[in-house]
């Protein structure tokens, strides 16, 4: 049984950073072939760690630290007016937890975000073997919350259960659907499923004050973020 003391990390390369125009980023690596239980899972995120597939990773960049580990305190968290409307607007779906499998009705809607949305990213084009390796290999304790509109699937978001936490791992959502915002919907459904399994945090990966893509984070209040070793509410 791996433990935080008997745990090894890698650091890649430089290489280009994907947030930031010409900078160099380097990642840090948790031994692949180290078990990981959600306990272990949960230490590593509280400490700034992420999950993609079977591999957990933080930023370990030179002179800089412009990515910044983000979370919800449930208990404190009061929605916005526009949060209250994102409610409100989709309320004639149907929100279900269903397991974390690969389904090629789920896969169509992956392929068919990341190739509309995404087309000038890394994760371009879309394929099975990618859907696999970046949301189904490597869960320990998750789920896959649907979101549909009279049957037919509009949303899907991936998240982990930590012993002290739910983790919003990714969100993917019909590009037509757009003004629904059903990436907010799904943020705001994981504190609610948080508060009633009364866990404290829900963690939003990183926030980089510079990236746009990312501002949306900030719209969730209060919001802690992780600053030499300790959380503290961000004020931005």
Same mark, same amino acid.
């Given at each position: 049984?791996?433990?935080?003391?008997?745990?090894?990390?890698?650091?890649?390369?430089?290489?280009?950073?994907?947030?930031?125009?010409?900078?160099?980023?380097?990642?840090?690596?948790?031994?692949?072939?180290?078990?990981?239980?959600?306990?272990?899972?949960?230490?590593?995120?509280?400490?700034?760690?992420?999950?993609?597939?079977?591999?957990?990773?933080?930023?370990?960049?030179?002179?800089?630290?412009?990515?910044?580990?983000?979370?919800?305190?449930?208990?404190?968290?009061?929605?916005?007016?526009?949060?209250?409307?994102?409610?409100?607007?989709?309320?004639?779906?149907?929100?279900?937890? $269903?397991?974390?499998?690969?389904?090629?009705? %789920?896969?169509?809607?992956?392929?068919?975000?990341?190739?509309?949305?995404?087309?000038?990213?890394?994760?371009?084009?879309?394929?099975?073997?990618?859907?696999?390796?970046?949301?189904?290999?490597?869960?320990?304790?998750?789920?896959?919350?649907?979101?549909? %509109?009279?049957?037919?699937?509009?949303?899907?978001?991936?998240?982990?259960?930590?012993?002290?936490?739910?983790?919003?791992?990714?969100?993917?959502?019909?590009?037509?659907?757009?003004?629904?915002?059903?990436? $907010?919907?799904?943020?705001?459904?994981?504190?609610?499923?948080?508060?009633?399994?009364?866990?404290?945090?829900?963690?939003?990966?990183?926030?980089?004050?510079?990236?746009?893509?990312?501002?949306?984070?900030?719209?969730?209040?209060?919001?802690?973020? %992780?600053?030499?070793?300790?959380?503290?509410?961000?004020?931005?």
């Amino acid at each position: 049984m791996s433990s935080l003391k008997t745990l090894i990390f890698f650091a890649t390369p430089e290489h280009p950073c994907s947030y930031l125009d010409d900078r160099q980023a380097t990642t840090m690596f948790v031994d692949p072939r180290a078990h990981v239980d959600r306990s272990l899972y949960t230490q590593l995120t509280e400490l700034g760690f992420r999950r993609s597939g079977s591999h957990y990773y933080r930023p370990h960049c030179r002179g800089c630290n412009a990515c910044i580990p983000v979370r919800i305190p449930v208990e404190r968290f009061e929605p916005n007016r526009s949060q209250r409307r994102v409610w409100k607007r989709n309320d004639d779906l149907t929100l279900d937890v $269903t397991p974390v499998r690969f389904d090629e009705e %789920l896969f169509a809607l992956y392929e068919r975000y990341v190739n509309e949305r995404h087309f000038d990213g890394d994760m371009y084009p879309a394929s099975r073997e990618q859907f696999n390796s970046f949301l189904v290999e490597g869960c320990i304790e998750g789920f896959f919350l649907e979101m549909r %509109l009279e049957g037919r699937l509009i949303g899907l978001a991936v998240v982990d259960l930590l012993d002290r936490g739910l983790s919003a791992i990714y969100t993917v959502f019909d590009p037509d659907e757009d003004r629904r915002s059903l990436g $907010t919907l799904a943020i705001l459904w994981q504190i609610e499923e948080a508060t009633r399994r009364e866990l404290p945090h829900v963690y939003l990966g990183y926030w980089i004050r510079q990236c746009r893509k990312m501002n949306y984070k900030t719209n969730f209040r209060p919001l802690q973020q %992780l600053l030499r070793g300790r959380w503290h509410d961000l004020i931005a």
